[in-house]
């Protein structure tokens, strides 16, 4: 569906633009438009590729099993049904980690290989179970401590002060993630006290 948006989208504006005489607009925008994703692009891999380094120091330092540590608990109270000692309930609390972190690329795997995992475990294989609308849930809301992406591409563009985001980025976050597991768990109850939903 979205691809569709999308080329309608496209062919809309190509078609205004030449019934307006102007077509030589759409190829200067699809030309700048491809140099600067090739420039983003490459400023972001250079701070994906800083933060996975940095990552790798703290894994191998210990502190990324000190923050697995203390977020292990609130990913026990969040997801009951995944048994304690599952691989899902690793991915989940490596996803939330790369997620507080601010390292969406980093964590977007991770999910992906949780939500697979989520799925091995579910017993009603056409539809999520709660714990994959849970995961889903928190990583839409992404409760972000460190926005290292939004950091870099500030420093890519030139801010003078890049940092200067992450108290709001930290407590909007927060909020709506707090918001997400809320509405989670309520219409969880909801489903369930009509009957509809079953673990």
Not at 103 to 119: D, F, I, R, Y
Not at 153 to 179: D, H, K, N
Request: contains cysteine.
């Amino acid at each position: 569906m979205i691809n569709a948006i999308w080329l309608i989208l496209l062919v809309t504006g190509i078609i205004v633009a030449a019934l307006n005489g102007r077509i030589d607009v759409v190829t200067e925008a699809v030309l700048n438009g491809a140099k600067q994703g090739v420039v983003v692009c490459a400023g972001l891999l250079s701070i994906v590729v800083f933060w996975m380094g940095l990552m790798r120091v703290a894994e191998a330092a210990g502190l990324v099993q000190s923050l697995a540590k203390l977020i292990y608990p609130l990913a026990r109270f969040l997801y009951p049904s995944v048994p304690k000692n599952h691989p899902a309930m690793g991915s989940i609390v490596a996803n939330m980690s790369a997620n507080m972190l601010g390292l969406g690329s980093a964590a977007t795997p991770l999910g992906l290989k949780a939500m697979q995992q989520l799925q091995e475990l579910n017993p009603h294989k056409d539809r999520a179970s709660d714990a994959m609308c849970t995961l889903l849930a928190i990583n839409t809301s992404g409760l972000t401590i460190i926005p290292a992406t939004v950091i870099g591409l500030r420093l890519q563009y030139g801010s003078a002060r890049p940092t200067e985001i992450v108290i709001t980025t930290l407590l909007a976050t927060f909020l709506a993630t707090t918001t997400a597991v809320f509405l989670d768990r309520y219409f969880r109850a909801r489903e369930r006290r009509k009957g509809g939903w079953q673990e």
